[in-house]
């Protein structure tokens, strides 16, 4: 959690209380909340069914996924065997020309293909396990919620049942009654008429008590806890309907009574069975005001696929994303905005501790180029960042003499995936490159290309950082980094084709260089080209200046994949001429080759 923001809380926490009130408005009727509880209970177990469903759907994964596992090994160890067959076949080949070693060949090339077979199909096992547990998070969350939603109907008819018998118990009852005394022969006339009232008054309190007894909603348990309280019965007044002896010694009494009960706060609790918090007063948060209850408060977690954006709960501003904030259990409003893309937008019920990971969709009519954003990745990581470029005509090819219509806006990486971004990609998934797998990785030297042995992107055969331009990648590698990054953020991302590269390259310009048709010295890392790494190694991503829109190393540091099924990269690199880094240039290599001087950079689809 960030530093400060207890204190910032308890600061704002009056402006938290009230969000209470967005919640939608609780039935109150007895009735009206036996039915919601019906639709509740019927929701929930349908909750619990789907849940239950998606939980065998990601055992079932997550089974496959072991399957895959246990295969990999097994794979690897024939690949392996293979390979030591291969390698003992050349050594006799060497000695004996005419030994034929094509069907060692071919099974070590079947046992090299089971294994990247093998190699993507965990990987989509990964990607989709992950998925469902997402999927299953949130359904559990919805079980949750629909579990905490009848518990709060069940306080809410507990608390409806109470003020419906107050609401009886309030009745004021005309009561009309008849009583006939007999008389003490000591009494006088007057005490005797005196004491006949006094008990015809006793008959119409029972009986108005009898009377809202039996016309009470809930009389059978009332009944049961009668004995505990007191309904307080007040005789507002009575007339006097007749009076007198109807014979020798016998008196009557006829009068009709007006009574209401005055019964305490927490009668009806008491009568009904219930805590007698129910019978008090609550405020405007729904809170019994006879004390304050504890309040729990929860942590929410909040994310989203895009940085420097804004987090507002109940109108108050927490900052950018991602942000952990401690609310109070209830209802608050979550609003995450960012300019230029729609607001999201989701009046949650908070109960228990939670992430919220919010999309937000870029607006098609703001959309300029030269925009920079970055998608956000699992585990609080940023996605590449990338830059965008619109629809419309320009000018490509050798001496920008080709005019093209680009019929759909992109958006490009604005540099070279870097060997820290690769290796985000290799610690998730366990990815292997073509490299590693086969143990080679090309190179450039005194011009001529030259196999190097057990090199591979962690080790090109020159020093290199995380910010360094990953190389030693083949083409296959690169669509598996653009289909991790698809996976992960729910967009789509893949290789660019050769005009999407050379458009960006250009922003625009029409040179054979972003910045002129002269190279010049050290604007870029080219051999011969000037610069401290000329000829020796990679440069860090960014170690020249940007072209127009803000890309940077699109001119040499290293040649990139492109979606030509042929092999074309683009971009020239650290060991080759100037002249090969114009923005028009072309290198076409076997799609499945690695080498110290190719990398790539990714292009993401925008709608």
Known sequence: MRQGLPALLLALSPCLMVSSTLAEEAPSSVSAIDDALSSQSTDLQDAKKTTQTQQAAYQKQSDELVR???????????????????????????????????????????AWSDVKQNQKARLDATQKLQDMEAQLAQQKAKENAIQQKIV?????????????????????????????????????????????KELALQKAVNQYQDWLIDSASETSVIKQNLNKVSLNIHLIKYDMNKAGFVDNNRYQTVLTAQLESRAAETSACTLLGIDNSYCYAVDQNGQPQQKQKEVAWVSLNVRSNQYNDNVVIDDVNYGSTPVEIMLPVGNHLITVEKEGYDSFS???????????????????????????????????????????????????????????????????????????????????????????????????????????????????????TASNPVVCVSKNDAKAYTQW???????????????????????????????????????????????????????????????????????????????????????????FSPDMAKASSELFIDPTSAANYLGFRVLRELK
């Open 346 to 464: 989701q009046l949650m019920g908070i109960n228990s501790d939670q992430t919220l990971r919010a999309v937000l969709r870029e607006q098609a009519n703001l959309l300029k180029p030269g925009h920079k954003f970055a998608d956000s990745l699992k585990g609080n990581i940023k996605a590449p960042e990338m830059i965008t470029m619109i629809r419309g005509e320009y000018l490509v090819g050798e001496n920008a003499s080709r005019k093209i219509y680009l019929d759909h806006a992109f958006a490009m990486s604005a540099a070279p995936i870097t060997v820290g971004e690769f290796e985000t990609f290799v610690n998730q998934t366990g990815y292997q490159t073509d490299a590693e797998l086969k143990h080679l990785c090309i190179s450039v030297n005194n011009s001529e290309v030259t196999p190097v042995s057990d090199s591979y992107w962690r080790n090109p055969g020159f020093k290199q």
């Open 152 to 196: 709060a109907l069940g306080q809410d008819k507990l608390r409806a049942r109470a003020e419906r018998l107050k609401s009886e118990l309030k009745q004021t009852g005309e009561q009309k009654v008849s009583f006939t005394n007999k008389c003490d022969i000591k009494m006088t006339l007057a005490q005797c008429a005196d004491q006949t």
């Open 68 to 110: 895959l596992e246990t295969q990999a090994k097994a794979l690897d160890a024939t690949l392996q065997s293979a390979k030591a067959s291969l390698q003992k076949a050349y050594t006799k080949m060497i000695n004996d020309p005419k030994v034929d070693i094509s069907p060692i060949k071919a099974s070590y090339q079947a």
């Open 485 to 575: 990054l698809s996976k992960q953020t729910g967009s789509v991302y893949r290789l660019p084709t050769e005009d999407e590269w050379e458009i960006a390259a250009r922003s625009g310009s029409q040179s054979d260089y972003w910045w002129g048709d002269d190279f010049g010295a050290d604007k870029a890392n080219t051999g011969w080209g000037g610069s401290t790494w000329s000829n020796k190694s990679t440069s860090p991503v960014g170690s020249f200046a940007p072209n127009n829109l803000g890309f940077v190393d699109v001119v040499g540091n290293v040649w990139e994949w492109t979606q030509d099924p042929r092999g074309m990269a683009k971009g020239g690199a650290w060991s």
